[in-house]
């Protein structure tokens, strides 16, 4: 789980500052259709838009520090853990 100081603040004007607690993958997205391969057909998703980075930031650490950050990723989808292969003796 990312620690709240290792997101940084985008360089670039974002198009938003989309805060997604529960979904595919959680984290602070910078453009909506990016949020929404993490968020859009999965059940119990909880996201939202923010006004300022310092604003997502807060609810993140809020979350985090809560427990509250919970990744669901959809079965065979792109953010699907991939099975480890250990190396043969």
Known sequence: I???SDLVEPTSKPEGF???IIGQE???FYMWKDTALHVLE???AIYYKCKTFQQA???YTAAYDKGELHAIPSPGGPFWPTELHMPSP
């Open 57 to 59: 930031l807060a609810n």
């Open 2 to 4: 990312p620690h709240p």
């Open 18 to 20: 989309y805060l997604v």
């Open 42 to 44: 999965i059940s119990g």
């Open 26 to 28: 959680f984290s602070i």
